[in-house]
């Protein structure tokens, strides 16, 4: 029997999970020897994700960090993913992921060690040859030659301008970005200008160019200064194109998504999404279509990687009592 100390103890460190905008959807609770795990239907981000597929993958996310936590303390756990049922009426206010079942005598999955590890990395890369080791998936193309990865920077590049031009998304983003000196929620969620790697003059650029100044800066074709990328990507040695079943529930591919990152931050690396490519339909299906990606996957994510030049981000992350119910 999973005791309430060792219930509070999994939470803080499945909660080490990525999700989208650091804006951790995912709620905990625990009824015998049932873990619940369910998105928090008060998070919403009906601009970057409005079919709820990036807030169902950080559960997933969620999910494995639990599953993993568990494993560190000796339980095994048997999931069962209920996301697709659509259950949002046995827990108020939420609507359920898994229920994770805690059996007894689990064997200790080495992945575990990386949850503290595993951060996103949002600056350049060191200038020093890959070491993957002979690393690969089967859910994942990476691409290191110089020419497919500046196409795919100057891809991203396009199409997170396109995506900030949606103001309804550069305002939900703004929303979590914590962009003002004392902002009350910065050591709980959303994205610091530590996670961000920006200064304060940076800060005041950024509220201002995507707040009221964006559309004058737009006609001017100034924005690019805002948004551009591409150098910095270019940094990154490899570009991971991390696609997965077309049909698989948000839960599994979260599921998969935390391993894949967890295994990049056991080669000592980290990753950084771009998940404009994602976001845009064009452009995942022109990714797709060049590096032979089938019919049947879906891209869900691409990330630079690649070994951080500067020291692991300080994470913000809710207290325990915003994750249990
Ligand atoms: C579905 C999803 C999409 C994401 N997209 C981006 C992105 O486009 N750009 C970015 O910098 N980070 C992106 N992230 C990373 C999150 O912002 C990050 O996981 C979160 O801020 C927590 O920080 P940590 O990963 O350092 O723990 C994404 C994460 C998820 C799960």
């Known amino acids: 029997m999973i005791t309430q100390d060792q219930f509070n103890a999994v939470v803080t460190r499945a909660n080490l999970a990525p999700s989208i905008h650091n804006a951790q959807p995912a709620r905990w609770r625990l009824r015998g020897d049932v873990i619940e795990v369910a998105a928090s239907l008060a998070v919403v981000l009906p601009a970057a994700d409005p079919s709820g597929a990036a807030i169902g993958l950080s559960c997933g996310a969620a999910v494995e960090g639990t599953v993993l936590a568990l494993s560190e303390i000796g339980f095994g756990a048997q999931v069962s993913d209920v996301w697709d049922d659509a259950d949002v009426h046995s827990w108020s206010g939420h609507r359920i992921a898994a229920r994770i079942a805690v059996i007894g005598e689990g064997r200790l999955d080495p992945l575990a060690a990386q949850l ?16 993957l080791f002979g690393w690969t998936r089967e859910d994942c193309a990476l691409v290191m030659d110089t020419p497919t990865r500046n196409w795919i920077a100057g891809l991203n590049d396009a199409a997170s301008l396109g995506i900030l031009r949606n103001r309804a998304f550069r305002q939900e983003l703004l929303g979590w970005m914590r962009l003002e000196r004392k902002h009350p929620r910065t050591p709980y969620d959303g994205l610091s200008l530590a996670a961000l790697r920006i200064d304060r003059n940076i800060a005041k650029k950024v509220r201002l160019g995507f707040g009221p100044m964006w559309s004058l800066l737009d006609m001017f074709g100034r924005t690019k200064l805002l948004t551009a990328e591409a150098e910095v990507t270019m940094t990154a040695p490899v570009l991971a194109c991390f696609h997965r079943p077309a049909a ?4 599994d591919t979260g599921r998969a998504y935390l391993r ?62 915003e994750l249990i119910t």
């Open 260 to 321: 894949f990152c967890l295994e990049v931050a056991q080669l000592d690396m980290a990753a950084w999404p771009m998940a404009a490519l994602t976001d845009d339909v064009q452009a995942a299906q022109q990714i797709k279509e060049h590096l032979g990606i089938g019919a049947d996957r879906k891209l869900v994510q691409v990330l630079r990687i690649g070994v951080p030049t500067g020291e692991q981000t300080p994470r913000a992350r809710r207290p325990l009592a």
């Open 248 to 251: 698989e529930s948000a839960i």
């Open 116 to 131: 503290a590890r595993r951060f996103t990395w949002r600056g350049v890369f060191m200038d020093a040859p890959v070491r």
